[in-house]
């Protein structure tokens, strides 16, 4: 079951960009005894590609952090993924570093370069890539999302063909923020999806993992 969060209208030099974003449901056990769950699995997006997408909920309570913007500004900080993913043994950085965009919109940009485990026999994968940020609509509850998206005209780009995904917080209205995280993800390297898919999902769950303390 997804819940629709409708539709974004970003009007630059005359171009129209319709963004449709889905938060699914929680997982019924994501919580119990624990505050973060994950996910992969194998989907065709809406251009019938076959991705690998990976989902990362998390639960933050208010008493740690007061304000939504601390969280954001956790994900946001570039510069500290490699620490946060320092107790990894499946992701290692290169460089991580926040950049911007041209004019006018000047949007966020995250320049990654690191290595990941990667299925036999490559046994190990280098990616070289840059996302830029754009923030999206809101649904009730939900209190900032961004959609990321790789910088087509990247000449450096490696070890990723595809990638995009978005960043939701939610305010349960009590006493937690609720961290829904998406990517499709195509690698760069050939192999099934389905056999490259936990080694998608493992990296981006120990730099959340480390992000948010869990």
């Not at 079951?1 to 960009?17: N, Q, R």
């Not at 990247?154 to 009590?174: C, E, I, P, T, W």
């Amino acid at each position: 079951m997804l819940i629709k969060l409708g539709i974004f209208f970003s009007l630059i030099f005359g171009y129209v960009s319709f963004v449709f974003a889905d938060i699914p449901t929680f997982p019924s056990d994501c919580f119990l005894g624990k505050n973060f769950c994950s996910r992969a699995q194998v989907i065709h997006d809406q251009q019938n590609r076959r991705v690998i997408r990976v989902e990362i909920f998390v639960q933050m309570f208010k008493a740690e952090y007061s304000k939504f913007e601390e969280l954001k500004d956790l994900y946001f900080q570039f510069e500290d993924w490699p620490s946060y993913a320092g107790h990894s043994d499946s992701i290692s950085f290169i460089e991580s570093a926040s950049k911007v965009g041209p004019a006018p919109l000047a949007a966020i940009r995250h320049q990654a370069h690191y290595t990941t485990k990667a299925p036999w026999p490559v046994s190990k994968a280098e990616v070289f890539d840059l996302l830029e940020y754009q923030e999206i609509a809101k649904a009730q509850g939900v209190v900032y999302a961004v959609e990321f998206s790789q910088v087509q005209d990247f000449s450096a780009r490696k070890g990723v063909k595809y990638n995009y995904g978005q960043l939701h917080l939610l305010d349960d209205q009590h006493d937690r923020w609720l961290v829904y995280f998406y990517s499709d993800v195509i690698p760069g390297i050939d192999v099934l999806p389905n056999v490259a898919a936990p080694f998608i999902l493992k990296p981006m769950e120990d730099i959340l993992r480390g992000m948010f303390k869990q």
